[in-house]
Antibody, heavy 120, light 108 residues
Framework: EVQLVESGGGLVKPGGSLRLSCAASGFTFSSYTMNWIRQAPGKGLEWVSSISSSSSYLYYADSVKGRFTISRDNAKKSLYLQMNSLRVEDTAVYYC?????????????WGQGTLVTVSS | EIVMTQSPATLSVSPGERATLSCRASQSVNSNLAWYQQKPGQSPRLLIYGASTRATGIPARFSGSGSGTEFTLTISGLQSEDFAVYYCQQYNHWPPCTFGPGTKVDIK
């Protein structure tokens, strides 16, 4: 069974840092592009970042560029999001999601999400 | 950045009826559009990609249509488990890929 499990969320003060992880299982992780997508409480979905299978291509939303860094460890079957200089508006559930092989950039499946709360 | 809009914001439908959800892109995205379903407390689930191709395991009562800037998700014979929020997403011009604000389908 394909599974994505996020962790690392929590409460952090504005200006602080947090590192999210996404553990993958049930598929050949090293073959897939992976993404982070977030959802503020009661709001819609916002794409955050994308990383290609070999980490050759990295993309970011303008809202996080220069503050967040996406990375992966294919040996550990894990995806990461290093979040620095956090702002109140970064408060959201963060989902990791896989891009199917041969697909452009739609997402299937998604993890269950991890909540990041930025508050003083 | 392509802006996605969805209408209506909320759709009240009786079980067994048909629901028609609309999604519009600010410029053509060809057929590079996906639909997702999200139930309360759950993560989104892929329903449709390529504007009209059902994802694996998605029931035939879900159908997608459209191309360019106008898209439709139709749910025929709504069942209780279909009451949820539905999002469209374009992936023709990315980064960034962008989502619509969602349509909530609730029980009439």
């Amino acid at each position: 069974e394909v599974q994505l499990v996020e962790s690392g969320g929590g409460l952090v003060k504005p200006g602080g840092s947090l590192r999210l992880s996404c553990a993958a299982s049930g598929f050949t992780f090293s073959s897939y592009t992976m993404n982070w997508i977030r959802q503020a409480p009661g709001k819609g979905l916002e794409w955050v970042s994308s990383i290609s299978s070999s980490s050759s291509y990295l993309y970011y939303a303008d809202s996080v560029k220069g503050r967040f860094t996406i990375s992966r460890d294919n040996a550990k079957k894990s995806l990461y999001l290093q979040m620095n200089s956090l702002r109140v508006e970064d408060t959201a559930v963060y989902y990791c999601a896989r891009v199917p092989l041969g697909a452009s950039n739609w997402f299937d499946p998604w993890g269950q999400g991890t909540l990041v709360t930025v508050s003083s | 950045e392509i802006v996605m809009t969805q209408s209506p914001a909320t759709l009240s439908v009786s079980p067994g009826e048909r629901a028609t959800l609309s999604c519009r892109a600010s410029q053509s995205v060809n057929s590079n559009l996906a639909w997702y379903q999200q139930k309360p407390g759950q993560s989104p689930r892929l329903l449709i990609y390529g504007a009209s191709t059902r994802a694996t395991g998605i029931p035939a009562r879900f159908s997608g249509s459209g191309s360019g800037t106008e898209f439709t998700l139709t749910i025929s014979g709504l069942q209780s488990e279909d009451f949820a929020v539905y999002y469209c997403q374009q992936y023709n011009h990315w980064p960034p890929c962008t989502f619509g604000p969602g349509t909530k389908v609730d029980i009439k």
